[in-house]
């Protein structure tokens, strides 16, 4: 199984960017698909995630209304839209995936990660 996260970058306080992950390696249908984020010197957080067979969304207090997560089955590829973004947005962005999806806000449920990609929120 590949993550390929990608689609960071710099941005004004108020603007917007589409995170994009695509998957590989097997069918995701059944799959608890998430996005993270670390800041630097914090722990990993949970930021957004849905199942990936029409299941439930789920979202952080500090994007829900904001942030967008979607997914491209052709493509195999979820995304993750923010908007009103904020410097505190500011961190590296995974993209993750859950065999079980038992608690999709969970980090350590997740069985697969991407590699990152930098979200920089300028002020």
């Known amino acids: 199984v590949q993550l390929q996260a990608s689609g960071g970058g710099l941005v004004q306080a108020g603007g917007s960017l589409r995170l994009s992950c695509a998957a590989s390696?097997?069918?995701?249908?059944?799959?608890?698909m998430g996005w993270f984020r670390q800041a630097l010197g914090k722990e990993r957080e949970f930021v957004a995630a849905?199942?990936?067979?029409?299941?439930?969304?789920y979202y952080a207090d500090s994007v829900k209304g904001r942030f967008t997560i979607s997914r491209d089955n052709a493509k195999n590829t979820v995304y993750l839209q923010m908007n009103s973004l904020k410097p505190e947005d500011t961190a590296v962005y995974y993209c993750?995936?859950?065999?079980?999806?038992?608690?999709?806000?969970?980090?350590?449920?997740?069985?697969?990660w991407g590699q990152g990609t930098q979200v920089t929120v300028s002020s």
């Open positions: 993750a995936a859950d065999l079980n999806g038992s608690n999709p806000r969970r980090l350590s449920e997740y069985d697969y």
């Open positions: 390696g097997r069918t995701f249908s059944g799959y608890v």
């Open positions: 849905f199942r990936w067979n029409n299941g439930p969304t």
